[in-house]
């Protein structure tokens, strides 16, 4: 059974138009992550939530947001994407141990 | 801050051959290391960890690390890879009770027949 889950699997969207990737999970873990994984390049940190702390990495673009409403979901919304913010975005989440649990990410495409 | 540096972005090996994936680490602070593994279209899985301890580290499908603090390694080795494995493998790092885990690019490994 997925604990981590990711919706869409695949998001289209057009240059400019705001969109928005949505990551669940069955864990109850206090900890959610969103990195931005560009093709073979390492997954890169954008933010993360220490239950309802909201954590920026210092170089993640203002044009990325983040919504936490409650313990299960996370958001991540983009405001006005652009090519270069075509890649793979994937949901992880940590609950007092090291080990994190990674959702089937979504990937997003730039028209 | 700490980087994660993994030098081969492409390994091919051959069914049953052994293999050895690198990773090495910078930091000023202890660390926890892990390696996670990523099939196609799939999202990260944890393979294995160190956090303390014995520095020699398995996981259950025959993957084993270790950790050398002197050189700052963390190198993946498998003795005798399946066509099963073929993936692509990501080393990452968290400084001792941060909650943020950086990962290195990665490293394909594709297993023949």
């Known amino acids: 059974d997925a604990m981590v889950i990711q919706n869409p699997r695949y998001q289209v969207t057009q240059f400019g138009k705001p969109v928005t990737l949505s990551c669940s999970q069955t864990l109850n873990h206090n900890v959610m992550y969103w990195y931005q994984q560009k093709s073979s390049q390492a997954p890169k940190l954008l933010f993360h939530y220490y239950d309802k702390d909201f954590n920026n990495e210092a170089d993640t673009p203002d044009n990325f947001q983040s919504r936490r409403p409650n313990t299960s979901f996370c958001f991540l919304d983009i405001r006005s994407p652009g090519l270069g913010d075509a890649a793979m975005y994937l949901c992880?989440?940590?609950?007092?141990?090291?080990?994190?649990?990674f959702g089937s990410g979504t990937q997003l495409s730039v028209l | 801050a700490q980087s994660v540096t993994q030098l081969d972005s492409q390994v091919p090996v051959f069914e049953e051959a052994p293999v050895e994936l690198r990773c090495n680490y910078s930091s000023s602070v202890s660390v926890y290391l892990f390696w996670y593994v990523q099939y196609p279209n799939q999202g990260l899985q944890l393979l294995l960890k160190?956090?303390?301890?014995?520095?020699l580290v398995e996981s259950i499908n025959g993957f084993e690390a270790e950790f050398n603090k002197s050189q700052t390694s963390f190198h993946l080795r498998k003795p005798s890879v399946h066509i099963s494995d073929t993936a692509e493998y990501f080393c990452?790092?968290?400084?001792?009770?941060?909650?943020?885990?950086?990962f290195g690019k990665g490293t394909k490994l594709t297993v023949n027949p």
């Open positions: 990452a790092v968290s400084e001792g009770g941060s909650e943020k885990l950086v």
């Open positions: 992880a989440t940590r609950h007092r141990t090291e080990k994190l649990f």
């Open positions: 160190y956090l303390s301890g014995s520095t």
